[in-house]
């Protein structure tokens, strides 16, 4: 999206500090900024404000502070002079310009919520949509104060359909996204057991996530999965329109089967008519997450010929549930971008229905969670009734003695072996998918 310095400054009620330069987009990493952005210092682990001279090094037209800039042509220091926008927060005025630049775009705004599955539900919504619209959707998993007013912000002047990932871990969050995002659509995949810790336990978090329904206007769209009774409950929390999807939904998933990758096919039955479709990733669970985007698709005029045919050719985000086979002719799957008890499950069960002899479960901790050492046990538990072992990477809290080197730990993957990978980002468990599958680094 383009504008000027002067419409940073006018909508963070900011002061413009140096020329009024034309600015193309946001990044608030700066070793990703290309030439042209605004950059924003966000303060966190590190404070951002210690890298706008690279950010400007890498051609960031301007950038926000919330420290005293540097006149235009001074030297040395915070920005070394270059266009600056001085304001008291850096991540508020973040969330104003984002606020301030949704207003450009058109009243088809997607947001998506729940504990799991709004990432692939993102996924396929943005591949759904382009059948139809110019479609601009969240980039990996920006769904939160960074992220949300990132991919507004990075839209394309020409975008009519924009779809914003929403997550939370306090209360409160969500609200102050879709204020600023302003959903016309809000789709609720799920209430589970992730993030937990700060809300008090499940019911925290369907509070959490009913905080997008309640925040649609009359007119809009909740889409409901009807199978998850929490969320159901959501229909009369909302001035929305409801539209539910689900085994049980007004647009369900019918005659399901699995293949040996465990793919699923299936009928989607809707109001609109049925079509069969295919999707190409692994666990029954994405059968969902395709029907939410069948459901946004066909609330947004998409023909269902289309929305099969585009679910059945649509890619998910990295590591989530990425099917590989390994150099000895085993099975790998690599889910290791986040994990929930809730999540957790649903990838046991996949690993479960695979056509393997040996099952192993390569899992790391789960974070954020209320009761760590009661929901590790039960997912434990759940293995074990299902024939899977457990290798714990770095925790002791699932009951097994715990390995530094899962690699070594599970040997060669050969055929007749299914394996997963599975943990909270904070593990970064991706590392050691070359070496379970058996490639050596070069």
């Known amino acids: 999206m383009r504008f000027r310095a002067s419409d940073v400054a006018y909508a963070t009620s900011g002061r413009l500090i140096g020329p009024d330069v034309d600015i193309d987009g946001v990044s608030f990493d700066s070793r990703t900024v290309s030439a042209g952005q605004l950059f924003v210092p966000v303060i966190a ?40 926008v001085e304001v008291a927060d850096t991540t508020e005025a973040f969330l104003e310009l984002a606020r301030w630049a949704r207003r450009r775009l058109p009243d088809r705004v997607v947001g998506i919520t729940g504990s799991v599955g709004k990432t692939s539900t993102k996924d396929f919504a943005r591949t759904v949509l382009a059948e139809r619209w110019r479609t601009t959707a969240s980039e990996k998993s920006f769904n939160n104060d960074q992220g949300l007013p990132s991919t507004i912000l990075n839209a394309a002047d020409d975008t009519e359909v924009l779809v914003l990932e929403m997550g939370m871990n306090h209360f409160g969050e969500i609200a102050r996204l879709c204020r600023v995002g302003q959903p016309t659509i809000g789709v609720v995949t799920r209430v589970g057991d ?103 698709g066909l609330v947004l005029d998409v023909p269902l010929d289309q929305i099969a045919s585009a679910l059945g050719s649509a890619t998910v985000s990295a590591w989530r549930m ?47 969670i209320a009761d760590p050492i009661a929901d590790h046990a039960g997912v434990a538990d759940y293995a074990h009734e299902r024939g899977i072992t457990i290798v714990a ?50």
């Open 45 to 84: 682990a590190r404070d951002g404000h210690e890298f706008i001279d690279g950010a400007l090094v890498r051609g960031a037209a301007a950038y926000l502070t919330a420290r005293p800039a540097l006149p235009v042509g001074g030297a040395g220091g915070d920005g070394n002079g270059a266009t600056a």
């Open 322 to 368: 990425e099917m590989r086979t390994t150099a000895a002719g085993g099975l790998l799957i690599n889910d290791a971008y986040n994990a929930n008890p809730t999540s957790l499950r649903a990838a046991l069960d996949t690993l479960a229905a695979l056509p393997a002899e040996r099952r192993i479960a390569v899992l790391g901790l789960m974070a954020e």
């Open 194 to 296: 992730a993030h937990t810790q700060h809300v008090g336990g499940i019911e925290g978090v369907a509070r959490a996530k009913a905080e997008l329904v309640q925040a649609l206007p009359a007119g809009a769209t909740a889409i409901l999965n009807a199978d998850d009774e929490r969320v159901a409950r959501m229909s009369s929390m909302t001035d929305a329109a409801v539209l539910t999807y689900g085994y049980a939904g007004a647009v369900r998933v019918t005659e399901l089967s699995l293949d040996e990758r465990g793919r699923a096919s299936f009928t989607l039955a809707t109001p609109w008519g049925s079509a069969p479709v295919k999707v190409g990733q692994t666990g029954e669970h994405m059968a969902m997450n395709a029907a939410a985007a069948a459901a946004i």
């Open 393 to 442: 990477f770095a925790t002791d809290l699932y009951g097994v003695t715990p390995t530094d080197d899962p690699v070594s730990a599970v040997g060669s993957i050969g055929a007749g072996d299914a394996v997963l990978l599975k943990g909270s980002r904070v593990c970064r468990l991706e590392r050691f998918v070359d070496g379970l599958a058996g490639i050596t680094p070069v």
